[in-house]
């Protein structure tokens, strides 16, 4: 619900203020009143400052144009200044500020960098460069800008804001939450920290916290907005508990009848209630439909379009439902958040593993002694990977359901020891059994750290495009075991496609179905590579299978981990439902009782589909499908 929460950027625009000297100081407030700073709408900018106040009054103006999105106007204005003062402190600032609302976080940076230097001791100087540190994704430098604001004032908000933004978009849900619960300290009667605790507690899979956050806001808030019911009704949903989805979401619907991530979970809890009831689904897309989302925003409009797509699937109107699943990847792509993801970064990572991952490179390597289990470990690592979309949710939560397994999902436990790499993935070639050894601890520390029972459990890391790095996984841990989920090929790529994912640098490659298809033949073709070049122990899990027989497709996996068989994996929806913390897209299926339904769904879709059957038709064949 993108809507419900400030966007990325400067924590707020720029106000400014006079200091203790009678110097301008500038903060990331809401600007200052046209009366305070003389603002006139249009004003020419041109004019030049001859004294002290007519500087005051051009970075007033200027700040005035930036807060309302003039970034010529603002520029202008700062320029203005700098004939007068070439180093005016809060013209650079200015500046910085202008070159980040349009994107340019580099220039940004250089700018913003030079007027910290000239005023140090400012929280939001360094609060506005840690954002464009953050915005080009240099993380540490980002978190030593806030700590600089922190370290001047330790109760300033805009910290606690920005780097908790940094910490959600880094999967550090913890420190995210911690700087909420911080904000939320210092804005108690304020409805946006609520929100960002909650959005950071979902992202984290912790959907009680979640909801207890929004309970919160609900309990102390004199007036609730809708943006908080909708929050709470979506948890709810979330957590299967769809009868107060229902009540809470018609709350916020009663308050703000275009609410589109109301209207989308007030409907998608009622289709769960009442599955294939036709005449529902009537009544839901027409509701949906009533919506004129030319007036709402293109976040609140994917949601519109995404549940709409789901209805007109469920009716069998492919034609309709393809077309409104096109609309929301549409939307998606115009997200503001997605300006500073590097789009092609995935699928640039996968291109340098094929080219990289080849035989003279794998004789290249350094030898290393042999692995077996972990000293003290009750298992050997497993890994869960596979296609987003092949049944990857559905086998963590089988495998979760044995008493003797235990199961991460969605968290990115290898990143930490691919960043302890220098020069990956080249640099696994050099690297000596010392160097294996300390890496194999980052990974056991960073699984301990999700509360993982190493000595007592068979723990497995379900990360489906985790996939990629398998050459990393045999170098590091040779003696790990993979389980490799299976689909369709045609039915991966279009189920990808029609899934809203939460936008990031993976997922973006699902945004057309082109993009899709492609994706999956790269990722399929590095997969390969790995199976012919190295001595993988890999049990494969088809889709198809396991829907049809789950005992005769688990009981091998189960041998393959050295497990004996339980009934307890024999009903994973009920397992699914107990555990509640499911932070897939797939979460509603697998809290209903396994069907088959969504075998050859593809078919349906064939005149969509033919397009890009040639680019999956060599993995449909080597796979053993069929088109």
Not at 275 to 281: G, I, P, Q, Y
Not at 305 to 331: H, V
Not at 569 to 587: D, E, F, K, Q
């Amino acid at each position: 619900m993108a809507k419900d929460f400030p966007p990325k950027g400067p924590a707020k625009p720029f106000n400014p203020g006079f200091g203790t000297q009678g110097s301008f100081k500038p903060t990331v407030g809401l600007p200052a009143s046209a009366a305070a700073g003389g603002f006139r709408p249009g004003a020419g900018q041109a004019e030049k400052a001859t004294g002290r106040d007519d500087v005051i009054k051009l970075l007033r103006l200027g700040g005035a144009h930036l807060a309302a999105g003039r970034f010529e106007h603002a520029s202008a204005a700062a320029a203005g200044v700098l004939k007068a003062e070439p180093r005016n402190p809060d013209a650079l600032h200015l500046i910085g500020l202008v070159a980040l609302g349009r994107g340019d976080a580099e220039k940004a940076e250089k700018f913003i960098a030079a007027a910290a230097a000239l005023m140090p001791r400012h929280p939001n100087v360094w609060v506005n460069l840690g954002n464009t540190q953050r915005d080009q994704g240099k993380g540490d430098e980002a978190i030593f800008s806030y700590l600089r604001a922190e370290s001047i004032s330790p109760n300033y908000p805009e910290i606690f804001l920005n780097r908790g933004q940094l910490y959600q978009d880094t999967s550090r849900y913890e420190e995210a939450i911690a700087d909420f619960e911080r904000l939320i300290d210092l804005r108690p009667n304020e409805a946006a920290p609520y929100m960002r605790a909650s959005a950071a507690a979902a992202a984290a899979g912790m959907f009680r916290e979640a909801l207890s956050f929004g309970q919160r806001a609900m309990a102390v808030l004199d007036t609730v907005p809708p943006q908080i019911k909708a929050i709470v009704a979506t948890t709810h949903e979330r957590l299967g508990e769809l009868d107060e989805a229902i009540s809470l979401a018609k709350e916020a619907l009663a308050g703000d009848p275009s609410n589109a991530a109301a209207l989308r979970t007030w409907s998608k809890a009622r289709r769960r209630q009442r599955k294939h009831d036709h005449a529902l689904l009537t009544e839901l897309r027409e509701r949906l439909e009533s919506l004129d989302t030319g007036t709402i925003s293109r976040s609140e409009a994917r949601l519109t379009y995404a549940e709409l797509a789901q209805i007109c699937d469920e009716q069998g109107d492919a034609a309709a439902a393809f077309s409104y699943f096109t609309r929301m990847n549409d939307a998606t792509s115009q997200l503001p958040e997605l300006k500073h993801v590097n789009l092609r970064k995935f699928a640039d990572d996968v291109e340098k593993l094929i080219e990289t991952f080849v035989p003279d490179f794998v004789k290249s390597w350094t030898p290393v002694p042999e692995n077996g289990k972990e000293a003290g470990h009750a298992s050997v690592p497993v890994f869960l990977v596979g296609f987003p979309r092949s049944g990857t949710t559905l086998l963590d939560q089988i495998l979760d359901a044995h008493p003797d397994v235990q199961v991460f999902e969605e968290r990115p436990l290898l990143r930490e020891v691919r960043n302890a790499i220098a020069g990956y993935p080249q640099g696994i070639a050099t690297l000596t059994e010392t160097d294996r050894q300390a890496l194999r601890q980052i990974y056991w520390e960073a699984l301990r750290k999700e509360g993982a029972l190493l000595e007592q459990k068979t723990v497995v890391n379900k990360m489906p495009l985790d996939a990629i790095h398998a050459g990393l996984v045999h170098r590091i841990f040779p003696e790990a075991r993979i389980i490799f989920a299976l689909r369709h090929p045609a039915d991966c790529v279009l189920s990808c496609f029609m899934q809203d994912f939460v936008p990031n640098g993976a997922m973006v490659n699902f945004l057309t179905l082109e993009g899709s298809a492609c994706f999956y033949d790269r990722v399929f073709t590095l997969w390969q590579q790995y199976r012919e070049l190295l001595p993988l122990n890999v049990q494969e899990v088809r889709y198809e299978n396991l829907v049809a027989d789950l005992r005769a497709e688990v009981e091998p996996v189960l041998s393959f981990l050295g497990l004996d068989w339980n009934d307890a994996v024999s009903n994973p929806a009920a397992h699914a439902l107990a555990r509640g913390t499911i932070r897939t897209p797939s979460y509603s299926q697998v809290t209903q009782p396994i069907y088959s339904t969504a075998t050859e769904r593809w078919r349906r879709y064939e005149e969509q589909m033919k397009p890009v059957l040639p680019i999956l038709k060599p993995h449909v064949e080597r796979l053993g499908y069929s088109l």
